[in-house]
């Protein structure tokens, strides 16, 4: 599992090229990763929702624009990543752990965590944390990394690897917390094993819909 302090250092350094890089490393596809999950939230018309591990809040932005009537609150434990989302436009941001959210039970019609679960320190207890404070009935989204099946998995895999740790090392000048991705992405449920875990964490209907080829995957799951 990953080092917390190690993950909160690396992105309070990374913070200020964050939303460009991710842009770059990308080419652009996680615009369309975030909307196709702000549109599966729109149709629960959901009143309060919360996007856990907002970093700069790119997320909770989208949600904000989509859903205008919905009270959207970003939290993070980076408070540098944090200050970025609250500049951007985030109306309510809250620096917090996921793994002790400060909300009483059930006090979110939907929760939603985008490449952020796989840098927790424990993604049963986060899970199940999230399970806590939502409402009965409400929905969780999980969006983030997972290996493709095919023929693009072993080119996917060089780029992640060989090409990605150089391209982030020199947009944002921190070449190793770059590394550290492909190992978390390579480590992290994906597929059945999420699935499994969601349903093993309290969550019912669990089930994953891969994207991009299977570069990334959206999981959801209902309470």
């Known amino acids: 599992m990953p080092d917390p302090a190690y993950v909160r250092d690396a992105f309070a350094r990374i913070a200020d090229r964050y939303v460009l890089t991710n842009h770059v490393l990308s080419c652009g596809a996680d615009l369309w990763w975030r909307q196709v999950v702000a549109s599966r939230v729109k149709r629960w018309r959901p009143a309060r929702l ?43 941001t809250l620096v917090a752990d996921a793994l002790a959210l400060p909300f009483a039970d059930g006090a979110f019609d939907a929760v939603t965590v985008a490449f952020g679960l796989r840098n927790m320190a424990d993604y049963s207890a986060a899970l199940r944390e999230m399970g806590r404070v939502l409402k009965p009935g409400g929905h969780l989204l999980i969006l983030d990394f997972s290996l493709p ?17 150089h391209l982030a090392g020199w947009l944002t000048g921190e070449k190793d917390t770059y590394e550290y991705l492909g190992g978390s992405i390579e480590a992290f449920p994906a597929g059945r094993d ?6 093993s964490c309290g969550f019912q ?19």
Do not use: W
């Open 50 to 92: 919360l996007d856990v591990a907002s970093g700069t809040g790119d997320l909770a932005l989208k949600i904000q624009q989509t859903l205008p009537d919905c009270e959207v609150i970003a939290s993070d434990f980076c408070a540098e990543m944090l200050a970025h989302a609250t500049r951007r436009g985030v109306a309510n």
């Open 149 to 165: 099946r095919g023929l693009l998995r072993v080119p996917y895999r060089f780029y992640l690897h060989r090409i990605l740790p």
């Open 194 to 199: 999420m699935t499994d875990l969601l349903a």
């Open 205 to 223: 209907q669990a089930c994953g819909t891969p994207l991009s080829g299977g570069v990334v995957t959206l999981y959801q799951g209902d309470k």
